[in-house]
């Protein structure tokens, strides 16, 4: 079993970046990002797989970066021009063999991180 353990949130003014970081005690297939707002369903942000194929949702195109360290099994998350309706927990998470944004897909999850975006 992969454990995860994310860092990086805070506060942030819209326009403003935020770095998240999630370290994994292995290498998984595929690791992803993922947000949850209050009342709002867990929905994929990024996903990236360990040959280095990403995937992005349509609203942070542009502007979230996901990318890897396979040397340090490290996973992060470059989030730029922030907007308040980015303001959500981010979890991390790890898949063994498939690679996408759907969550039913990723069976380990971190504990999130919380990330504020005020207008």
């Known amino acids: 079993q992969v454990l995860l353990v994310e860092s990086g949130g805070g506060s942030v003014q819209a326009g403003g970046s935020l770095r998240l970081s999630c370290s994994a005690s292995?290498?998984?297939?595929?690791m992803g990002w993922f947000r949850q707002a209050p009342g709002k369903e867990r929905e994929g942000v990024a996903s990236i797989s360990i040959g280095g194929t990403t995937y992005y949702a349509d609203s942070v195109k542009g502007r979230f970066t996901i990318s890897q360290d396979n040397a340090k099994s490290t996973l992060y998350l470059q989030m730029n021009s922030l907007k308040p309706e980015d303001t959500a927990t981010y979890y991390c998470?790890?898949?063994?063999?498939?690679?996408?944004?759907?969550?039913?897909?990723?069976?380990?999850w971190g504990q999130g991180t919380q990330v504020t975006v005020s207008s």
């Open positions: 292995g290498p998984p297939f595929c």
């Open positions: 998470a790890a898949a063994s063999s498939y690679c996408n944004l759907d969550p039913r897909v990723f069976p380990t």
